[in-house]
């Protein structure tokens, strides 16, 4: 898979987990791949940075501290019209299918749990932005 993204426009991800160590990893895997790469480590602030942002895609960690996790995200977006179309990578360390389930039905266009190898993380995001940008507008 090519590592650069072919649009002149770099395509804003936004990574939220509360785990540093997690985010830092998620940007080496994507880092040299030409993306405008953000970082929030909650939820209310993921939602402020997406609402200010508009990211392309949003790398979203499930289960974080706090009163906003990873579903809320979802739902908050999902509810919001300039949002509702953002492509989320739920990334987890949950692994029960009902929690994909849930996930899914809550708004993530992809599943992929913890640990990740950052060679399938990179291929699953550009998959993603690649049928966004062929989706018929």
Partial sequence: MQADYASPVKPKILIVDDQADIRRLVR?????????????????LALQLARA???????????????????????????????????TL???????????????????????TKPFSPARLLEVVMVMLKSRDTAPH
Avoid: W
């Fill in 90 to 112: 739920m990334l987890t360390s949950r692994q029960e299918p009902r929690d994909k389930q849930t996930a899914l039905a809550a708004g993530a266009n992809y599943f992929l």
């Fill in 28 to 44: 080496f895997a994507l880092e040299d791949a030409g993306f405008a790469l953000f970082e929030a480590p909650n939820g209310q």
């Fill in 53 to 87: 942002l508009r990211p392309d895609l949003i790398v979203l960690d499930q289960v974080m501290p706090g009163d906003v996790d990873g579903l809320d995200v979802l739902q908050a977006l999902q509810a919001e019209s300039g949002l509702s179309g953002t492509l």
